[in-house]
């Protein structure tokens, strides 16, 4: 007579030490930049398109916020405490960290074929039954595949390559744009976005889609077991149920 006992979790490899070096970096950076430019735009939350733009310029739009300082028109009767010095020059150092941390990545996961092996989607979850059947998985709240505690499913793969090789090259070129140093030396580059106000307004909405994905992204996560994948980007190791046997 057999007994069968209660599973017993059993370490396996989830990510490797460049992946959760680089992850951790890019974390740290961009929530540097995120706050930082939150604090830029204070400064002056007007929006416009071309090379040029001032508070004498009619704007393509503006955030209805006030600004922090008293030459900026924002229609309200108060300006914000002015932290744009400190913030512009963290913003600028914790950019560079982030395109130094992309570029090793990037360069290292060609060499080691980590996009082929783990981010490009297999040939046969290159359709659209592939997409429906984990989204329809999330929306019914189900738990998830048990192949996803060792590998991403094919819509975390394209979300992480529309970020790799999209967003991610979109925003530090809309930023470096902005630099009057990089428009003086790449002027056809930042003419390609229409001009240096056109890439702040391209750098703003581009930095909303990135938010956009960290929100979801910590969203999968906490359905997903955030602890559990937290824990796995730390130590790189993911826990997974298996039975023992008699």
Same mark, same amino acid.
Do not use: C
């Given at each position: 007579?057999?007994?069968t006992?209660?599973p017993?979790?059993?370490a396996t490899?989830?990510?490797?030490?460049?992946?959760?070096?680089?992850h951790?970096?890019t974390?740290?950076?961009?929530?540097?930049?995120?706050?930082?430019?939150?604090?830029?735009?204070?400064?002056?939350p007007?929006?416009y398109?071309?090379?040029?733009?001032?508070?004498?310029t009619t704007p393509?739009?503006?955030?209805?916020?006030?600004?922090?300082r008293?030459?900026?028109?924002s229609?309200?009767?108060?300006?914000?405490?002015?932290?744009?010095?400190?913030?512009?020059?963290l913003?600028?150092?914790?950019a560079?960290?982030?395109?130094?941390t992309?570029l090793?990545?990037g360069v290292?996961s060609?060499?080691?074929?980590?996009?082929?092996?783990?981010l490009?989607?297999?040939?046969?979850?290159?359709?659209?039954?592939?997409?429906?059947?984990v989204f329809?998985?999330?929306l019914r709240?189900?738990? /998830?595949?048990p192949?996803?505690?060792?590998a991403?499913?094919?819509?975390? =793969? #394209?979300?992480?390559?529309? $970020?790799?090789?999209i !967003?991610?090259?979109?925003?530090?070129?809309?930023g470096?744009?902005l630099?009057?140093?990089?428009?003086?030396?790449? /002027?056809?580059?930042?003419?390609?976005?229409?001009?240096?106000?056109?890439a =702040? #307004?391209?750098?703003?909405f $581009?930095?909303?889609? !990135?938010?956009?994905?960290l929100?979801?992204h910590?969203?999968?996560?906490?359905l997903?077991?955030?602890?559990s994948?937290t824990?796995?980007?730390i130590?790189g190791?993911?826990?997974?149920?298996?039975?023992r046997?008699?």
């Open positions: 007579m057999s007994v006992s209660s017993q979790l059993q490899q989830r990510h490797t030490a460049l992946v959760r070096i680089t951790w970096l974390v740290v950076s961009f929530l540097a930049l995120l706050i930082t430019g939150g604090e830029i735009i204070i400064s002056h007007r929006f398109w071309g090379e040029t733009g001032n508070s004498g393509l739009f503006k955030i209805p916020i006030p600004a922090s008293d030459t900026v028109p229609g309200y009767n108060y300006v914000m405490p002015d932290q744009n010095g400190w913030s512009r020059y913003h600028f150092e914790a560079w960290v982030l395109v130094v992309a090793v990545y290292a060609l060499l080691n074929r980590h996009f082929a092996r783990d490009f989607p297999a040939p046969a979850d290159r359709n659209w039954r592939s997409f429906r059947n329809a998985r999330y709240r189900g738990p /998830p595949d192949a996803e505690s060792h991403y499913n094919v819509v975390q =793969r #394209t979300a992480y390559l529309l $970020v790799i090789f !967003l991610f090259p979109l925003v530090i070129w809309t470096l744009a630099s009057p140093a990089f428009d003086s030396a790449f /002027p056809a580059t930042v003419n390609l976005l229409g001009g240096r106000q056109s =702040r #307004t391209l750098h703003f $581009v930095t909303d889609l !990135l938010v956009l994905f929100i979801v910590v969203a999968m996560i906490a997903a077991g955030f602890w994948r824990r796995a980007m130590t190791r993911t826990a997974s149920p298996s039975e046997r008699p």
